[in-house]
């Protein structure tokens, strides 16, 4: 009830280590590439009786000696994170891609791990799937996928199937970006709706969230060979190829000079964002 590696019980951490030993030993056993933990307990429901510091300080700890077992036993595959901000507890320390990146960073645990993306926790956390698979490949920490959906006008982890094509393709389209997968894959940490009860609706659940993921696949390469998203963002930053920008970029320039350019110029060169463009070509990608 109070944490695992974050308890301020050693029994219970010493009873955590015991049960990530196993699991681990398991996973060895069945040839598993990934682990991942999630951290549903470790976090706070009041700062009145929390040390933060203390917590997070045994959080890594924990990681740190199941990272030195698994590699001593032979265990090659990645260690993963799974974000989520809330639920069960008020607020969880792997908050959201960025807080376990700066977790990882400063433990010096992001060598030996990557992060799990849950769709439906990028929801709670007030993202969306893409951004989180983003954040994760531009700073090298993707690793895997929990395949899902959440419900926007729900607060909490509805889990449901995925159906939601912009999302698979968006998701899709960060995957492929990151150059595929290595160990990790798309899991369904999904369940059918209380009132989908027969054999048959778990089936066509399956087949429903496959069939989406792999649209989203079709259409995210689809977007690719298209060029014309990527061919506007790398023109919208053009601007740093030659001239002011070239230097900011080489750091060969100071505030003074900034502000000396900025007090000379008669005119600025600002374009439209042109979003509505930009997802008027992913609806004619989508549906021809």
Known sequence: MHGA????YADAFALAAAQVKNAIDATIELGGSGYVFWGGREGYETLLNTDMGFELDNLARLL????KYGRDKGFKGDFYIEPKPKEPTKHQYDYDTASVLAFLRKYDLDKDF???IEANHATLVGHTFQHELQVARINGVFGSVDANEGDML???DTDKFPTNVYDATFGMLEILKAGGFTN???NFDAKVRRASFTP???ALSYIAGMDTFALGLIKASKIIEDGRIDEFVEKRYSSYESGIGEKILKEEISFEELEEYVLDKKDFNIESGSQEYLESIINSILFN
């Open 200 to 202: 048959e609706d778990i």
């Open 114 to 116: 990557k992060l799990n």
């Open 154 to 156: 729900l607060g909490w």
């Open 184 to 186: 990790g894959g798309i």
């Open 64 to 67: 740190k000696m199941a990272v």
């Open 5 to 8: 590696g974050t308890s301020p």
